[in-house]
């Protein structure tokens, strides 16, 4: 069986060779094929970045104007899906329903592909199915009018109407809105091997279908302690704004080890230093809320929980600094969308990572079925004992 190397939460283990996303903690740099994210906030767009991820380059103009027309032609879904929604509680969180309508798509549309214009087809078509299956989840929970994709809108503004659309309250589209969500969408893209691209990569390797591997995706990115973070900030920036824990007490409460409190939206496995992103989405969340005239009180308090946090010794010396989390949330707020709907939100920016994750581990001329060892640590052999001797 050979030896057996024990590396707890894989932090020091590569678990394969990627050409997609490189970071570097230590300094806090985050490109995408090479692109520097703050170049890619400012001058991209989603849609862009989402082709740039998936297929090595930036578009040319031919390239994105097909990639358009492929998100346009795949936007709607299999109408017996609705049916599916009507069936959840009416609690059911968007999270545990994004993760099954993405498997059930494999269902609804089982033809996968061979050649590699289907893959563009197969690839295009979940991106865009995802962003409407999101948005009629939200519309379906609420009991409203489900809005259907418009042909002429953007991806991003396609996603804000299909929310926010009504039949009596048409939703007037503002670029400014559609900046920030592009802008978070970009910040979300991709994030080398993180613990839902990894799942993404795992259960891709058993060769099961593109919506079985990202549908794990999805499941692996609702934890709170991945993509579930940015609704727990909201929820602990509430509790402080309602006056249930101050913000000194939140800090001491992190610090305390016999108490299993974290500040949320707070360190990182990989940035031991400020979160590049943070940086950029902190910018996109004061102009937003300027231009949208927005005083959120949650940004009051999240600004002097960082200035306390990063200046207390606990924080310094942990290398403990406020990640995208921190105030990504404050930015959908703004928005408009709901808080059960974030990590949603996240989903959808990092499916362009996970989908080019997915392909670059199929096309893996090294590629192997993932399947790690362990220690074992249970009894050695003994005697099966018959029920009426047990003790
Ligand atoms: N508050 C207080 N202490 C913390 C925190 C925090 N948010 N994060 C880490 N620590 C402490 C931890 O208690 C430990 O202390 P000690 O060495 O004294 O026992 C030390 O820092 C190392 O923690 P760890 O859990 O071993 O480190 P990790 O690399 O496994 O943790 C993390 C990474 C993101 C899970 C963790 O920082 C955390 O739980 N943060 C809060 C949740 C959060 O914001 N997650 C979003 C991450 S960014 C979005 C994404 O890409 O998913």
Known sequence: TGFITMDPGFANTGSCKSAITFMDGEKGILRYRGYPIEQLAEHSSFREVAYLLINGELPTRKQITRFSVLLNDHSLIHEDMRHFFGNFPRQSHPMGILSSMVNALKSFYPYLADTEEEIDIIVT???????????????????????????????????????????????????????????FLILHGDHEQNCSTSAVRLVGSGRVNLYAAISAGIAALWGPLHGGANQAVIEMLGRIDRKEMTINEAVERAKDKNDPFRLMGFGHRVYKTYDPRTKIIKQVCDRLLTKLNINDSLLDIAQTLEDIAVNDEYFISHNLYPNIDFYSGIVLRAIGIPTSMFTVMFAIGRLPGWIAQWKESMEDPEWKLNRPRQIFTGPQIRDYVPIEKRT
Do not use: W
């Not at 659309?165 to 670029?175: F, G, K, N, Q, T």
């Open 125 to 183: 078509r979940l991106i865009s199915k995802v962003r409407t299956l999101a948005a009629m989840s939200y519309k379906i929970s609420r009991g409203h009018t489900v809005i259907y994709p418009r042909p002429d809108l953007s991806y991003c503004e396609n996603f804000l109407n299909m929310m926010f659309d009504s039949p009596v309250r048409p939703y007037e589209i503002d670029p400014d809105v559609v900046h920030a969500l592009s802008v």
